[in-house]
């Protein structure tokens, strides 16, 4: 855009040292998220064993955390229960799963007082939240450690939902107020200014 020849390299090492940084800046920016969490595991290969990326998103898709874990044990679910409420510093209203077991067993120890769904069908806001970490763990070939897959999709799904608005909810002039004020956020959040 600015006629700079970059390598990949360069930027893979800027989004390493500025990602969690802007995310974390995104969030603290952003309004507080709603107050019904979907909650879902999918898993991950990574050097040929299995892991399970654990994600939390709320009414609107807003992803709120996630966490990288090599099992979903109701320990597993203890640990992103309480990582969430940590970050979030809010108890929600509902939470809403699929019918693994460790998420009721968990959610009975660490928030008792939740309203827990588990019908079919009410989770696909958490299933498909998963569909751009698929594609960006297809470009990238893989994670290659939890770690890695940690850091990257931390910052990755914050920035990914803030542009990511739900198109078919505004009318075209709608839209681009929305995307306006997103875009002005993030200007502020890297501290760079169009010249005008």
């Known amino acids: 855009m600015r ?28 309004p507080r998220p709603g107050d019904r969490w979907h909650l879902d595991e999918v898993f991950l290969k990574i050097n040929g064993r299995l ?3 654990w994600r939390a998103v709320d009414q609107d898709g ?5 966490l990288v ?7 597993a679910a203890k640990k992103f ?5 940590k970050g979030l ?4 209203r509902v939470i809403v799963t699929d019918k693994l077991k460790s998420y009721s067993a968990a959610k009975a120890e660490v928030m008792p007082g939740v309203e827990h769904l588990q019908q079919k069908y009410q989770n696909n806001r958490a299933e498909n939240s998963h569909q751009p970490t698929r594609l960006r763990e297809r470009v990238m070939r893989r994670f290659k450690s939890p770690g890695h897959a940690q850091r990257f999709l931390s910052a990755f799904g914050i920035i990914t939902s803030h542009f ?7 009318s075209a002039s709608g839209y681009r107020v929305v995307m306006k004020a997103r875009f002005a956020v993030w200007a502020e959040v890297t501290a760079t200014h169009a010249n005008r």
């Open 3 to 30: 006629g700079v020849a970059l390598s990949y390299e360069t930027v893979r090492e800027w989004c390493l040292k500025f990602g969690q940084t802007y995310a974390n800046c995104l969030r603290h920016k952003s």
């Open 81 to 85: 229960f309480r990582k969430l409420l």
């Open 89 to 92: 510093r809010y108890v929600p």
């Open 164 to 170: 990511r608005v739900g198109r078919h909810l505004y």
């Open 69 to 75: 874990q090599s099992h979903r044990a109701k320990k």
């Open 62 to 66: 807003d992803v709120l955390d996630i």
């Open 51 to 53: 892991h399970y990326l």
